[in-house]
């Protein structure tokens, strides 16, 4: 082995991650477990939404873009309306809800989630669910713990920073009719 390749092969920087969206059969084949962090007030694009056939179509479009399968661990998080909290909870129930007040209560429920994901050692796929720069955080901490990151968002909600950084391992959510 040259020296060139000893250094792409150190400290996972030719992990999956850094180049293509890792496929769930790819990862299950191998028993990797996958977390899914889901920001569903962004992937909705509105904090208030309670129309259920939306949020289950935008959660159904979702799990395909991030290639869902069984047994993968899903948080979901929102604000505190109610109404919405409740629409959200029903379109997706076998998922880890959290609420947490404040403009960005549901990023910060988040990124506790990926801060214990990197300490655990559980996940060897991470898949964020949202556009938020916040989360450039939580995909640097994830990495460093050797995991694999994607990310899905809806294209004109995924911050410049986020997409540069995660180049290669974007998924965008379909553009709503």
Same mark, same amino acid.
């Given at each position: 082995?040259?020296?060139?390749?000893?250094?792409?092969?150190?400290?996972?920087?030719?992990?999956?991650?850094? @180049?293509? !969206?890792?496929? &769930?059969?790819?990862? $299950? =084949?191998?028993?990797?477990?996958?977390?899914?962090? %889901?920001? /569903?007030?962004?992937?909705?694009?509105?904090?208030?939404?309670?129309?259920?056939?939306?949020? @289950?179509? !935008?959660?159904? &479009?979702?799990?395909? $873009? =991030?290639?869902?399968?069984?047994?993968?661990?899903? %948080?979901? /998080?929102?604000?505190?309306?109610?109404?919405?909290?409740?629409?959200?909870?029903?379109?997706?129930?076998?998922?880890?809800?959290?609420?947490?007040?404040?403009?960005?209560?549901?990023?910060?429920?988040?990124?506790?989630?990926?801060?214990?994901?990197?300490?655990?050692?559980?996940?060897?796929?991470?898949?964020?669910?949202?556009?938020?720069?916040?989360?450039?955080?939580?995909?640097?901490?994830?990495?460093?713990?050797?995991?694999?990151?994607?990310?899905?968002?809806?294209?004109?909600?995924?911050?410049?920073?986020?997409?540069?950084?995660?180049?290669?391992?974007?998924?965008?959510?379909?553009?709503?009719?």
């Amino acid at each position: 082995m040259n020296k060139s390749e000893r250094g792409r092969n150190q400290r996972g920087r030719n992990h999956p991650s850094r @180049r293509q !969206v890792v496929q &769930a059969e790819q990862l $299950a =084949a191998v028993g990797w477990r996958t977390l899914h962090l %889901v920001d /569903a007030d962004n992937l909705l694009g509105d904090p208030n939404c309670t129309d259920a056939a939306h949020i @289950r179509s !935008v959660f159904d &479009a979702y799990r395909t $873009a =991030a290639s869902y399968a069984a047994g993968d661990q899903v %948080v979901v /998080a929102t604000g505190c309306n109610s109404r919405h909290v409740l629409s959200v909870e029903l379109a997706w129930p076998g998922a880890c809800h959290r609420r947490r007040p404040g403009p960005d209560g549901a990023d910060m429920a988040l990124l506790e989630e990926s801060e214990w994901a990197a300490s655990v050692g559980r996940f060897r796929r991470v898949v964020i669910g949202s556009g938020d720069r916040i989360f450039l955080a939580a995909l640097d901490l994830l990495r460093a713990a050797d995991i694999a990151v994607d990310v899905v968002s809806r294209r004109r909600s995924l911050s410049s920073a986020l997409a540069l950084r995660a180049i290669g391992s974007v998924q965008f959510l379909p553009e709503p009719a």
